[in-house]
């Protein structure tokens, strides 16, 4: 009779597996035993330490102890009760009958193996009160994640009972001989290998790969705290072809990989039997979406391509893009959002994004319709963070615009956060009378970026956590992918407005992804003042803006794919409010004789000087076309007699400078004040003309204008 290859390889993984036998024996021990001395056992370690290994000899004594087992693991699970209960149901065979029916049909004993159990934090509550006391009490639980067990479990009276806490350490010396025996490792060398990996499980185990490449070759690394990053240099270094290397590099780039994902980032037609190399390595695990390999070896992988072959990152980067952004447009609902996440993670090594992300958790958690039901919780929420004026506005769009509310929810489904997609073009007056943010925006847009007939804005109104508010977590992260999947397939979408309590904090990476604080749209409620940032998808579509963020992710310019992109995208037009505009004109004038200067102009891709020269003018015609724009701008000063003074004063102190402005001065024979007076009158008019021109779109239009 034929074995099964699942059989097999856990045959194989048995055989060179070590230590862990006080572990293996305490849940033999719970498993035999008629009544369990435990029900939940905790098993908490640092990444590499091998718990994933652990859960499966776990598997292997339920197997010996013919107790059932079921395994789920949280990278393949959204943190919501019903996706839990669902992926329990069907691990257990029967997806129609709720879990614990089922355990009780076939006995009522079950070891349940739950991994990487740090992401499922947002039911870590639900568990401990509502699931797992349904369940049989034949029941053994075992979670693993990096984190010791939250408090609850510790506090509660009950559950103080029920609980067993495992920290995995780093394997004992014997151990590790142990293991280097059945790797099959020479005596004389166990010595260096325990010296340099002290044990690690995930260290030990690309040592071994390391010497399996090398047979006969003594181990010698030199000590180094990067223990992962040197192995892995030492491993890759001995991959069977430059493609095998690439295949293991695009792996590490991407969130999760698949074999048409791998052919396409590599540029090959078959990538079948790179997949399969991929698979079978020791640091790289597989789930029901893809391959993705150990965390401490993604990070490795993935800092020595960037900093060894910068050129070979933004090449892989600029496929995977590519790939990701075409499923965008093929994608909707719940599809959409985890390509999103998985084009998102593309920059997760960004020190300006990383920070501002909560990679454990992006995508696993998905917004919901606002229900009737819910109105009280976001109510209390919008209050308790932002005021009661807050909580009444709040209340105002949930009953103008319910449809724009989407909900967050917790492990019991309560609300744990919110957002609103805010339809502008909807507004009416009552609308701007109620809400000051509103009218602000509404302000904004009707003075600097009328919309246009069909076109819509979007005012991301209220976004908040239940206990976070806009600090980084779970909810926050949820809240900007789903805004980064409207900027996508939102139709007609001009104009949005992202508001922000925390200014100081938010500002480095709403600038990276191209959002820019406008004075003009700010709101105040409740005495709070927030700052409002914005972006004009007429000006920076949507691709153009993907593209623009990939740019400032690999710090150069995407790869060039001549079959699909013969042509690269014109440069974007800064949209500039007011405030922004005329600080940089004043700025310019003050550099008007002084070119180099001249070119850090925010002005230079203002929509006056790109109708000049055009998007894709190089940055000298650009500095040419803003002086000629200035000097047009004061010409009607000097036209008329009684400003002519006025015009003396720019000429003398910016246009054509004669040295300090005392010097200027005294050239033209008027007091220091009397010339500062008419500076800034000059400066003054020049900058209000130049900020009508921007307004109109051009001086005249199809007019060109030179420096001359």
């Not at 209960?85 to 193996?113: C, H, K, S, V, Y």
């Not at 039997?273 to 070896?297: I, K, Q």
């Not at 000298?620 to 400003?643: N, S, T």
Request: proline share 8%; charged share 25%; net charge negative.
């Amino acid at each position: 009779m034929a074995t099964r290859l699942g059989d097999r390889l856990a045959a194989l993984r048995q055989k060179r597996f070590v230590g862990r036998e006080q572990e293996r024996e305490v849940l033999r021990a719970a498993l035999v035993a008629r009544h369990p001395p435990f029900n939940v056992l905790h098993v908490h370690g640092p990444g590499g330490v091998g718990k994933t290994t652990l859960l499966r000899e776990f598997l292997a004594v339920a197997r010996e102890t013919d107790t059932p087992a079921a395994s789920l693991d949280a990278r393949n699970l959204e943190p919501a009760p019903e996706a839990f209960t669902a992926a329990l149901a069907a691990a257990l065979g029967d997806p129609a009958a709720p879990p614990a029916e089922t355990i009780l049909r076939r006995g009522g004993r079950l070891l349940l193996l739950v991994d990487t159990y740090e992401l499922l934090r947002p039911l870590d509550g639900w568990l401990r009160e509502d699931l797992l006391p349904e369940l049989p009490d034949g029941v053994v639980t075992v979670l693993a994640g990096r984190e010791a067990p939250a408090e609850g479990w510790r506090t509660d009276p009950g559950w103080h009972e029920l609980v067993r806490v495992l920290p995995l350490r780093n394997l004992e010396p014997e151990q590790v001989r142990a293991y280097l025996e059945r790797r099959a490792v020479p005596a004389d060398q166990h010595q260096a290998v325990l010296h340099f990996t002290h044990g690690h499980p995930l260290a030990l185990t690309l040592v071994a790969d390391v010497l399996e490449q090398r047979p006969g070759q003594a181990f010698s690394l030199a000590e180094s705290p990067d223990v992962i990053g040197v192995l892995l240099e030492r491993f890759l270094s001995k991959v069977p072809s430059p493609l095998h290397r690439s295949a293991l590099e695009a792996c590490a780039l991407l969130r999760l990989t698949t074999e048409s994902l791998l052919a396409e980032v590599l540029g090959v037609d078959d990538a079948r039997e790179l997949f399969e190399w991929l698979r079978g390595l020791s640091f790289v695990e597989s789930g029901p979406l893809g391959l993705f390999p150990h965390d401490l070896a993604r990070d490795a992988i993935s800092a020595d391509l960037r900093w060894r072959n910068p050129e070979r990152f933004a090449e892989l980067h600029h496929r995977a893009r590519g790939y990701f952004a075409r499923r965008l447009s093929e994608t909707t609902g719940k599809d959409q959002q985890r390509v999103l996440s998985d084009y998102v993670f593309l920059h997760r090594d960004n020190p300006l994004v990383r920070p501002f992300i909560d990679w454990a958790e992006t995508g696993t958690m998905l917004p919901h319709p606002l229900r009737p039901e819910d109105h009280a919780a976001l109510r209390e929420m919008a209050e308790r963070h932002e005021g009661p004026e807050s909580a009444r506005i709040a209340a105002y769009w949930m009953e103008r615009q319910p449809q724009s509310f989407l909900v967050f929810r917790g492990s019991h489904g309560d609300p744990a956060g919110f957002m609103m997609l805010l339809r502008l073009e909807q507004a009416d007056e009552a609308d701007r009378a109620a809400d000051p943010a509103v009218a602000a925006a509404l302000d904004h847009l009707e003075a600097r970026a009328p919309l246009r007939r069909g076109e819509c804005a979007t005012h991301f109104r209220f976004w908040m956590a239940a206990d976070e508010y806009q600090a980084v977590s779970p909810v926050q992260s949820a809240v900007f992918l789903k805004v980064a999947q409207h900027y996508l397939t939102a139709p007609s979408l001009a104009f949005t407005f992202f508001p922000v309590a925390d200014a100081d904090f938010w500002a480095p990476f709403l600038g990276y992804i191209d959002l820019f604080p406008v004075p003009s749209a700010e709101y105040e409620v409740d005495g709070r003042r927030t700052r409002v940032y914005c972006h004009d998808w007429r000006a920076v579509p949507p691709l153009l803006w993907l593209d623009l963020l990939a740019e400032r992710e690999i710090g150069a310019a995407p790869a060039a794919d001549t079959e699909r992109d013969p042509a690269p995208p014109p440069a974007p037009v800064a949209v500039l409010d007011e405030a922004e505009f005329v600080a940089a004109a004043r700025e310019a004038l003050r550099c008007f004789a002084r070119p180099r200067e001249l070119r850090r102009s925010a002005l230079l891709r203002a929509r006056i000087v790109v109708a000049q020269v055009g998007a894709e003018a190089p940055e000298g015609e650009r500095v040419a076309a803003l002086q000629g724009l200035i000097r047009r701008a004061a010409e009607p000063l000097r036209a008329v007699p009684r400003d002519a003074k006025l015009y003396d004063a720019l000429r003398a102190g910016y246009l054509e400078p004669v040295g300090t402005h005392e010097r200027a001065a005294a050239r033209l024979y008027v007091s220091f004040s009397t010339f500062r007076r008419h500076l800034k009158a000059a400066v003054d008019h020049v900058v209000d003309t130049l900020w009508q021109w921007e307004v109109a779109g051009a001086p005249e239009p199809g007019e060109k204008l030179s420096s001359g």
